[in-house]
Each structure stands twice: as C-alpha cells, then as structure tokens.
Nanobody, 128 residues
Framework: QVQLVESGGGLVQAGGSLRLSCGASGRTFSKNTMGWFRQAPGKEREFVAAISWSGSGATSGAYYVDSVKGRFTISRDNAKNTVYLQMNSLKPEDTAVYYC?????????????????WGKGTLVTVSS
C-alpha cells in the first residue's frame, strides 16, 4: 500500500521560509515524477511544483506554477524516496494545505495525478 507522508508545515511570517518534506513508502518512485499541490480555503487544489526522475530541483527536470517561480525549489532524494519543497519569501497568498503527489503525468501543459497517490497534507500559514 502506497503512503505519502508530508511534514514541515507551520506558521511563518511573510518573507519567511519553510521546508516541506514528503516520504513515500509502499513502492519506489525514483523513476516517476513527484510533486506538490496546494489548496487554499474556498479554492480548488492547484499544482505547485513537480520534479521528474531525471533532474534535480535546479535543472530542467523541475516545473513550477508561475506564482512560485524564483521563490520555491523542489528537490528529491531517491535513496530516501523523499521529495522536498523549499519555500522562501513566503507570502500570505501561499497559505494553504500542501499535498504531496506521486507518479504525475503532464498532459497539455497540465499535471495530473492519475494514480491518485496523495498525502494527507500539511498546513502552511503565512501571516502578514
């Protein structure tokens, strides 16, 4: 049974930083794209970042929604079956529950979690 467990959320002031982690168990995702989505109160879940198996957060294997480019960095440690999201220069509009996702597929420029592998989420609250 696949499990994704997020950690690292919390309360931070605007301009601050947080690092989210997501550990996977039940199978290895070293050759699959992993990523993060978020859902703010009253809004739909949206894509945040993804990292393919061939790249690290600083290479062409990383993908971001425009609103976090230059502030967030996604990375992975395949030996640990873990993906990270370093979030810097946080803004109040980044407040959301952040969900880890595994085995993502890109279609028509959108990211899909076709296998429906989700973590339970970790809350990030950014105060102004």
């Amino acid at each position: 049974q696949v499990q994704l467990v997020e950690s690292g959320g919390g309360l931070v002031q605007a301009g601050g930083s947080l690092r989210l982690s997501c550990g996977a168990s039940g199978r290895t995702f070293s050759k699959n794209t992993m990523g993060w989505f978020r859902q703010a109160p009253g809004k739909e879940r949206e894509f945040v970042a993804a990292i393919s198996w061939s790249g690290s957060g600083a290479t062409s294997g990383a993908y971001y929604v425009d609103s976090v480019k230059g502030r967030f960095t996604i990375s992975r440690d395949n030996a640990k079956n873990t993906v990270y999201l370093q979030m810097n220069s946080l803004k109040p509009e980044d407040t959301a529950v952040y969900y880890c996702a595994a085995d993502l597929i890109n279609g028509g420029g959108r990211w899909y979690n076709v296998m429906n592998y989700w973590g339970k989420g970790t809350l990030v609250t950014v105060s102004s």
